[in-house]
């Protein structure tokens, strides 16, 4: 199956700074959607992205299909942006989870 | 967007007992849906896919007849966890594809947590 590296794995931010996570996958994907998980383990779907570039708040995601990769811009963060980020590719009708980055953001 | 419900969020059942948990989804039809267990600090494993009408497909290492899935009707999938063993522990979530045009994107439950005594 296709395999899906996420860096790093865990990233402690002050208030207001700025970050990027990382997703690199092993093969073409038609499909990448990247999550956050809450402290009450709810996936909230952040952004359905196979290509290209897409803004929602402060999130932002590119991913780059040729060269295998996503990323993930949180800026101006807050600390209810804590938690864990996954990014997941589809492979045959179902999707495979990086194991994700956790993010800490102190007030 | 999409919602998907499970029932119960939290469950604490002994040892030897089999325990029942719902996915349903709210607003949509759903002839797909996922069932994944993730333990603390780790990602999501994919357990099987269940299929409305017909049987559950398992993924490599999962016991099906450990794990009893059914899908019954477009907006219900179940779970049940036969004969719990503390091992069996974990916190259990669902999933169904919603089709947006050339946008499917995967909508998840809140999840079951599930401790075994």
């Known amino acids: 199956g296709i395999q899906v590296e996420q860096s790093p794995p865990d990233l402690i931010l002050q208030e207001g700074a700025n970050s990027t996570l990382r997703c690199n996958f092993s093969d073409s994907v038609n499909n990448l959607q990247w999550f956050h998980q809450n402290p009450w383990g709810q996936l909230i779907n952040l952004f359905y992205i196979p290509s290209g570039t897409k803004q929602n708040g402060r999130l932002s995601a590119t991913t780059v299909a040729t060269e295998r990769y996503s990323l993930l811009y949180i800026s101006s963060s807050q600390t209810t942006d804590s938690g864990v980020y996954f990014c997941?590719?589809?492979?045959?009708?179902?999707?495979?989870f990086g194991a994700g980055t956790t993010v800490t953001v102190r007030a | 967007g999409a919602v998907v419900s499970q029932h119960p969020s939290r469950v604490i059942c002994k040892s030897g007992t089999s325990v029942k948990i719902e996915c349903r989804s709210l607003?949509?039809?759903?002839?797909?849906m996922f069932w994944y267990r993730q333990f603390p600090k780790q990602s999501l494993m994919l357990m099987a896919t269940s299929n409305e009408g017909s049987k559950a497909t398992y993924e490599q290492g999962v016991e099906k007849d450990k794990f009893l899935i059914n899908h019954a009707s477009l907006t219900l999938s179940t779970l049940t966890v036969t004969s719990a063993h503390p091992e069996d522990s974990s916190f259990y979530i669902c999933?169904?594809?919603?089709?947006?045009?050339?946008?499917?994107?995967?909508?998840f439950g809140p999840g079951t947590r599930l401790t075994v005594l």
């Open positions: 997941a590719v589809e492979g045959d009708y179902k999707l495979s």
């Open positions: 999933s169904a594809w919603v089709a947006a045009g050339d946008s499917d994107t995967q909508y």
């Open positions: 607003d949509f039809q759903a002839t797909t």
